[in-house]
C-alpha cells in the first residue's frame, strides 16, 4: 500500500468514529468557510480540520475549516467548509486528500463553489459562473508523482471533467428560476496576487470566461478518483483588461466591493442551491 494511500485510510477511519451512524452521504459540497448555508440544510453534527489525522507538513498555520455531516431533505451529504488553497502553502496532494477522503466515505458527486473574478465582458460582478470546463495554469497538480492504481488510473480521461449530465441538471434549475446563466470555462491559476492588465488580457484571449484558486486540483482528483464534479463561480471582481488601468479605486474600497459582491452571489445562489443538493 503506497503512503497516500494509507493516509487517506487514516483520515477516513478518523472520520467514521464521528459520523452519524444512519448517515449514508452520496453528495459532496466544498465551499469557503465563510460561506453561509441556507436554510433548508440541516447540520447533524460538525468535525474541525485539524482534529483529523494526519497533520499536513510545511503549512504555518492551522486550517479553520469543519467538516458538516448534514442532510437535505431525504439526501444526506457531507459539507467541506474551508479548503485547502496551494498559496497558502498546502501541496496539491494536501488538496487532492480531501477528494480521496470523500470518495473512500461514499461520496459519488461533488459540487464545489469557489469565487472568482470575471474575464467576460458579459458578465457582471454578483453574477453566478456555471462551469463547465478549465485550464489549468497552476504549473503543477495532484497526479504528478507516484500512482497509485487502487485511487485511479494513471492517465485519466478529463474529457468530461465537469459532469456533462450534472451540469445540465444545475443548468435547468438557473433556467427555471430564471437566474442568469453564464456558460463559463474556468481558469485555475496560484494565486494570491492580483492579475496584471497583460495576463487578463491573455487570459481572455485564450478562452476563458472566469479565474480563480482552486478548482482544478480538486477536479482532477475527483476524475481520478471516479467522483463525478461540477463546480459554480460567485463572481467577485471585474477582469476586463481595458478597464483595470482605468479603475480608481483604492485598495480598501476595492476589497468592501469584492465583499459585498461575493454576498450578493452568495445570496443568489443560495436561493436554489437545496434544489441543486437534491437534484444532485
Known amino acids: 500500500m503506497t503512503e497516500q494511500r494509507k493516509r487517506i485510510l487514516e483520515s477516513v477511519k478518523a472520520i467514521k468514529k464521528h459520523m452519524p451512524v444512519k448517515l449514508k452521504p452520496r453528495i459532496g459540497l466544498i465551499v469557503e468557510d465563510h460561506y453561509p448555508l441556507p436554510y433548508g440544510i440541516n447540520v447533524l453534527k460538525k468535525l474541525d480540520y485539524i482534529d483529523i489525522p494526519p497533520k499536513f507538513d510545511g503549512v504555518e498555520k492551522e486550517n479553520t475549516g469543519k467538516i458538516y455531516f448534514a442532510k437535505t431533505g431525504s439526501r444526506d451529504m457531507i459539507i467541506f467548509k474551508g479548503r485547502f488553497h ?41 453574477d453566478l459562473a456555471l462551469i463547465y470546463d478549465h485550464i489549468n495554469l497552476m504549473g503543477d497538480n495532484p497526479l504528478i508523482g507516484e500512482n497509485d492504481e487502487e ?69 482532477i482528483t475527483a ?38 459582491n461575493r454576498r450578493y452571489a452568495q445570496t443568489e445562489l443560495n436561493k436554489i442551491l437545496v434544489k441543486i443538493l437534491k437534484t444532485l
Not at 190 to 195: A, L, N
Not at 223 to 252: P, Q, W, Y
Open 223 to 260: 476524475v481520478h478518483t471516479g467522483v463525478k464534479f461540477a463546480a459554480i463561480g460567485l463572481i467577485c471582481r471585474e477582469l476586463i483588461a481595458d478597464k483595470m488601468l482605468e479603475d480608481k479605486r483604492n485598495e480598501s474600497e476595492k476589497a468592501k466591493d469584492e465583499t459585498n
Open 151 to 219: 485511487l485511479g488510473l494513471r492517465f485519466p480521461d478529463m474529457s468530461n471533467a465537469y459532469d456533462r449530465r450534472l451540469y445540465e441538471k444545475i443548468y435547468k434549475i438557473f433556467q427555471d428560476n430564471k437566474l442568469k446563466i453564464n456558460e463559463s470555462v474556468y481558469l485555475s491559476i496560484i494565486g494570491p496576487q492580483s492579475e496584471t492588465e497583460a495576463e487578463a488580457r491573455f487570459y481572455r484571449d485564450i478562452g476563458c470566461d472566469v479565474l480563480g484558486y482552486s478548482l482544478a486540483p480538486e477536479n
Open 86 to 126: 496551494f498559496f497558502d502553502g498546502y501541496s496539491m496532494r494536501d488538496i487532492g486528500h480531501i477528494i480521496y477522503i470523500m470518495s473512500y466515505l461514499g461520496i459519488e458527486k461533488i459540487l464545489s463553489i469557489d469565487e472568482v473574478g470575471h474575464l467576460n465582458p458579459r458578465f457582471e460582478c454578483g
